[in-house]
């Protein structure tokens, strides 16, 4: 266990704790079993470049025990319960939203601590298909491009499920079908950080494929790395070749068009929880890229004539820096966020920036906050059901030779 917590740390995240490759291993142990047992897929763990790999080290855990099985006995009636409701469901995108549930629900019932930070909220399908509709409809009326042409090559750095990447696919597919093949080994990127959804985004992505062509393909432009940490971690032993091969060719990938739904939660719910989002700083190192809240402290806070700039260490915020840089010049940017920076006090700096780099901004404001509004008690005003503000922002960057 230490040396494997030691690789993982020099391969995900040199904060990465030891509780958090314990809940790692439990995470993976979670989803090998309901992908064998619910969606009939037992090779997955053979196939997936990473699972290959922790598969070792459950084997070494549970070595010292009769089988695997009776290593996880006192754990049956969990995944019984979780079986036999997954029996009664034959549609594959049904056995999907039901995975995104238990997904939810794990997180909020065994990891509280990373659900807060991590902000995890499933999207709501009609906002990711307004949003996919949107960045089709930009791409061709701004930069006679589209989302099937070769080249154009999209990024969701905070994958969850996979959700925003499937209906990508489909867009395409209802676009030009035969462009998919194509699009799928070399134009789509996508990260996540968190083990149990980045097994699923693989599956699921993986399975459209086969849905829409009648073949198995892995699906290589999913990359295990934190996005805000990808451009100056080294991966080794444990996830080389095939991950730090991932990462590198997204790395050296011109991207084009960011979506997706980044985490937002300043901090955590309870300032006692010692729960705080990480940092991202290289100042004062050498030869390293500026980290993400170097770059938000040199623009965004540094702009801001308030006292109080707490709120720019949410991830969203952190999300929306690090995607201006991303894209250089031109490109899309497609989030759907916390809306408090629309007239937050601390985001003066922050729209300042927007309004300068970016030439076409479109907010779509769905309101429901309840903490500024008591008369919209519960969740039941809010597109997420969660508490805080909610809009969908659309960032437009176009370079001088893409202007007619």
């Known amino acids: 266990m230490p040396h494997f917590w030691e690789l993982c740390k020099k391969s995900i995240n040199p904060n990465l704790s030891a509780k958090a490759v314990e809940e790692m291993l439990i995470q993976h142990l979670l989803t090998e079993r309901i992908f064998r047992s619910v969606f009939n897929n037992p090779d997955f763990a053979r196939k997936n470049v990473i699972a290959v790999e922790i598969e070792k080290v459950i084997d070494a855990l549970t070595s010292k025990h009769f089988s695997r099985s009776h290593f996880l006995s ?41 659900a807060d930070t991590h902000g995890i909220v499933y999207t709501p399908q009609p906002i990711v298909n307004f949003m996919v509709k949107s960045v089709e409809d930009i791409l061709q009326r701004e930069f006679g491009k589209s989302l099937v042409d070769k080249g154009v090559h999209i990024l969701d750095p905070f994958v969850g499920t996979g959700n925003f990447i499937l209906r990508i696919m489909q867009e395409i597919v209802e676009i030009k079908k035969s462009a998919l093949p194509y699009k799928y080994e070399h134009d789509l990127h996508c990260n996540e950080v968190m083990l149990l959804p980045y097994y699923i985004a693989s599956m699921n992505i993986e399975h459209e494929y086969y849905e829409q062509t009648g073949g198995y393909k892995s699906f290589d432009g999913i990359c295990l790395v934190d996005t805000f940490e990808d451009q100056s971690i080294e991966q080794l032993s444990l996830f080389v070749p095939e991950n730090m091969k991932r990462v590198e060719t997204q790395r050296k990938s011109d991207i084009f068009v960011i979506i997706g739904n980044p985490p937002y939660n300043v901090g955590q719910l309870n300032e006692n929880d010692n729960n705080k989002n990480r940092k991202y700083t290289n100042k004062g190192k050498k030869g390293v890229p500026a980290g993400i809240d170097d770059r938000v402290a040199a623009t965004y806070a540094k702009a801001s004539k308030a006292t109080l700039k707490n709120s720019l260490s949410d991830v969203y915020v952190k999300a929306i820096r690090w995607a201006s840089d991303r894209i250089g010049d031109e490109g899309i940017v497609a989030f759907v966020t916390n809306n408090s920076f629309i007239d937050g006090i601390a985001f003066d700096g922050m729209r300042q920036y927007l309004e300068q780099e970016f030439d076409q901004i ?9 903490r500024k509004n008591p008369k919209l008690s519960g969740t039941t005003h809010n597109v997420f059901g969660i508490q805080v503000g909610v809009s969908v922002n659309i960032l437009v960057k176009k370079s001088p030779s893409s202007f007619p």
């Not at 995944?79 to 794990?106: M, P």
């Not at 479109?362 to 309840?370: A, E, S, T």
């Open 74 to 114: 006192k754990l049956d009636r969990f995944y019984g319960a979780i079986e036999e409701t997954a029996a009664t469901i034959d549609d594959f995108s049904q056995k999907q939203g039901f995975l995104n549930t238990v997904y939810e629900k794990f997180f909020q019932g065994f990891s509280v601590k990373i």
């Open 362 to 370: 479109y907010v779509f404001d769905l309101g429901g906050n309840i």
